[in-house]
């Protein structure tokens, strides 16, 4: 009984956090986004046409620079989970917005499953040093949505 009761807790945690998340992505808008989005300076980072499928793109590279298997400990298991809900929340936002703009899932789908966006994940996989320069300029956007 009393397990169950913490599940609640941890679900009613879990519901209230991407509810915020959610709000406050709206609150920054498509501008705020830009404006918070990273770059990654060490990294060839493939190019997309559309510039709002260039964001998604860009801010999915930060869950590309974490990996639950390479998680030492559950604070780092946390971690990844917090920032794979993060970017969910930011590409779903995204991609209504270039939805509006005139993009189709079929184009951001071929654009965010090229053969260049494949080898950039592959790469992050192997190079420890790639996934570090992911997580320190990923880091000021994803404690800014956790605030």
């Given at each position: 009984?009393q397990?169950?009761a913490?599940?609640?807790?941890?679900?009613?945690?879990?519901?209230?956090?991407?509810?915020?998340?959610?709000?406050?992505?709206?609150?920054w808008?498509l501008?705020?986004?830009r404006?918070r989005?990273?770059?990654?300076?060490?990294?060839?980072?493939?190019?997309?046409?559309?510039?709002?499928?260039g964001?998604?793109?860009?801010?999915?590279v930060?869950?590309?620079?974490?990996?639950?298997?390479?998680?030492?400990?559950?604070?780092?298991?946390?971690?990844?989970?917090?920032?794979?809900?993060?970017?969910?929340?930011i590409?779903?936002?995204?991609?209504?917005?270039?939805?509006?703009?005139?993009?189709?899932?079929?184009?951001?789908r071929?654009?965010?499953?090229?053969?260049?966006?494949?080898?950039?994940?592959?790469?992050?996989?192997?190079?420890?040093?790639?996934?570090?320069?992911?997580?320190?300029?990923?880091?000021?956007?994803?404690?800014?949505?956790?605030?």
């Amino acid at each position: 009984m009393q397990e169950d009761a913490i599940e609640e807790q941890v679900a009613d945690a879990g519901r209230r956090g991407v509810r915020d998340l959610i709000f406050t992505v709206d609150g920054w808008g498509l501008e705020g986004l830009r404006e918070r989005s990273p770059t990654f300076p060490e990294l060839e980072i493939p190019t997309v046409g559309d510039p709002i499928v260039g964001l998604v793109a860009t801010f999915g590279v930060c869950s590309l620079g974490v990996y639950e298997e390479l998680a030492a400990t559950p604070r780092e298991r946390f971690y990844v989970k917090l920032v794979e809900v993060s970017v969910g929340v930011i590409s779903a936002y995204l991609r209504t917005e270039a939805l509006a703009a005139g993009a189709t899932d079929d184009s951001l789908r071929e654009a965010l499953t090229s053969v260049e966006w494949q080898a950039l994940s592959e790469r992050l996989v192997e190079d420890e040093e790639a996934r570090n320069h992911v997580n320190q300029q990923c880091g000021p956007v994803m404690s800014a949505l956790l605030e």
